[in-house]
């Protein structure tokens, strides 16, 4: 024949992830497409003498993994070598913090930064025995005097400074947190070293910014972790000028420069869809459309390896924090509110409506972070409005983690197309803490998956990297399972769902995020080569056992990025 296949499979488990979730025993790849996909007759006619023929031997192919929710270049930032590891299992008290940090002081010069990423008082054993204790800059005060410590949670939403950092960036107890932002005081007034959402800027725009080759290092480091994931796709929710204070710029708009250059030089080893960050928290409706309409449309020289998918608006925090915009009170009070400007909750609500509304004018769609659950309501009114006042057809606006959707959040994205981005590995993370903040019943709800399919909400899934590892494994087994990292135990078990469901939200459904589910998500012809091999009969293993199924091999655009079955 005249074209013979470049890659063949045999003998596996071909979960196609098409409309009737078939699964087939071989498939074919042709010039970076696949040709053929069904029994071992339908591709033989394709080996030719240059044909790779992979014998699966039982291993499960699937469709390339689309992390719908990673912050590439600062995932790559946040791990090492490039920051200190103060994550759990990594650490597990505020001593073990103290002791990385007294270590790091040892091998860096004298007066250079010295940061880490990852803690969680959720796996701190000091914080964990008395809740009220929280991290302080005299815990790292004793072990580095003299360098300045900067110390991200797992979240990114709270960040852990010492004294000298505090003194280098000019705040003392008569220092005012920028809008939509808390300076965490003790009982007398003087800063802890903890600051909060916004006020995390005070210390961000007193550091040295990112260089080009730190993002483009940074960027490298988390290709290479995804190509051996099996992640063939991811969106970076948010780069523009709006994250120039977020992680000495990760987020900014720098960092899409250095991704057009790797696209360039053939570096870009997982296709990237971008959200637009004009401005961060606390920004105002005002400056947002003055920054969007400047941003203006970027066009993209290759839109299915790199394309600028639309914008990112910040509505409220996470519930760690209590600044999750709740109809109901915290466990010790206080709602929470929008992280936007205004004065009160109805100002608040407008700036929201106006953000959402320009930019649905303009033609983007929107991605919303929006975890609590009047925030939710609020988004998703916001969304139909702006769609009565402009319709547009498939417009695909989504609700970023939307923790705590409601039901009525759900039958309004669910009646207009909208679609919902969730964390699983993020509720295998936080589920044994959030009770402390909002009791049993709301803990066990967060991120209602099963309710949320069964409202005809499109639902992708995101790890939100470097918040959690971008692990897919450990995302479906959580999905299916419904248990805590930390003790194990079952939160909210109505919530579950199947494989199948798990699955289609880390390809098709995310694909559909993307606007790319006419020609990835799926293993059907036509269709990109963008694919992963999981050692191991995926359909019939214990959900227990997934997150340590070896991914042997992954492939994108027919190429292969990672490959341990020719070792």
Not at 182 to 192: L, N, Q, S
Not at 296 to 301: E, L, Q, S, V, W
Not at 396 to 411: E, P, W
Not at 421 to 450: C, H, L, Q, S
Request: with cysteine.
């Amino acid at each position: 024949m005249d074209t013979y296949a470049d890659l063949v499979f045999l003998g596996g488990r071909v979960v196609t992830v098409d409309a009737e979730f078939s699964v087939a025993s071989a498939l074919a790849v042709t010039g970076g497409v696949i040709s053929a996909v069904g029994g071992r007759d339908d591709v033989a006619p394709l080996v030719g003498p240059g044909t790779r023929v992979v014998d699966l031997r039982g291993a499960t192919l699937l469709p390339g993994i689309n992390d719908s929710h990673l912050h590439g270049c600062a995932f790559g930032m946040a791990t090492p070598p490039l920051s200190l590891d103060l994550g759990h299992p990594a650490v597990s008290s505020l001593a073990d913090v103290a002791e990385a940090v007294r270590e790091a002081v040892g091998r860096v010069p004298g007066g250079q930064w010295i940061t880490g990423h990852g803690w969680d008082t959720g796996y701190l054993d000091e914080c964990v025995f008395d809740p009220s204790r929280l991290p302080s800059r005299r815990d790292l005060d004793a072990v580095s005097p003299d360098h300045p410590v900067v110390l991200y949670s797992f979240s990114g939403h709270a960040t852990w400074v010492n004294s000298k950092a505090l003194e280098l960036i000019g705040v003392d107890r008569d220092t005012v947190a920028p809008p939509g932002g808390a300076i965490v005081v003790d009982e007398a007034g003087e800063p802890t070293g903890l600051l909060h959402e916004g006020a995390q800027a005070l210390v961000q725009n007193a550091l040295p910014p990112l260089s080009r080759q730190e993002r483009t290092d940074a960027i490298r480091s988390t290709l290479a972790t995804l190509a051996r994931l099996g992640v063939t796709s991811y969106t970076e929710p948010g780069l523009g000028p709006g994250g120039d204070g977020i992680m000495r710029g990760a987020l900014g708009a720098e960092t899409l420069d250095v991704y057009r250059r790797l696209l360039a030089d053939g570096e870009l080893t997982a296709r990237l869809g971008v959200l637009l960050l004009p401005t961060g928290m606390a920004g105002t409706a005002e400056e947002f459309e003055r920054t969007l309409t400047a941003l203006g449309k970027p066009g993209d020289a290759d839109p299915r390896r790199l394309a600028i998918l639309g914008v990112k608006i910040f509505a409220d925090g996470i519930v760690p924090n209590k600044t999750s915009w709740m109809h109901e009170p915290y466990v010790g009070g206080g709602c929470g509110s929008l992280c936007v400007g205004g004065e009160t909750d109805t100002e608040r609500t407008a700036e929201i409506d106006a953000m959402i509304r320009h930019a649905h004018a303009a033609g983007h769609q929107l991605g919303v972070h929006v975890t609590g659950d009047r925030a939710c309501d609020t988004v998703a009114d916001a969304f139909a409005a702006a769609m009565a006042e402009h319709p547009r057809p498939d417009a695909r606006h989504y609700v970023i983690h939307g923790d705590f959707l409601t039901a009525y959040s759900m039958k309004v994205l669910a009646a207009h197309g909208f679609g919902v981005n969730m964390n699983p590995t993020i509720k295998w993370t936080v589920a044994d803490m959030e009770e402390e903040f909002v009791g049993a019943e709301r803990a066990a709800y967060a991120w209602p998956y099963r309710d949320a399919i069964d409202a005809g909400v499109r639902v992708a899934s995101g790890s939100d990297a470097p918040v959690t590892s971008p692990d897919w494994r450990q995302g479906v087994a959580t999905m299916m399972l419904r248990e805590s990292k930390a003790a194990g135990r079952v939160s909210g078990p109505e919530q579950c769902i199947g494989l199948a469901e798990a699955i289609r939200t880390y390809t098709i459904d995310a694909a559909w995020q993307d606007f790319a589910d006419d020609w990835k998500g799926s293993l059907e012809p036509g269709k990109v080569a963008d694919l992963c091999v999981l050692d191991g009969d995926l359909l019939t293993a214990d959900p227990h056992d997934i997150p340590e199924m070896p991914v042997v091999l992954t492939v994108v655009d027919g190429q292969v990025v990672h490959d341990t079955l020719r070792d």
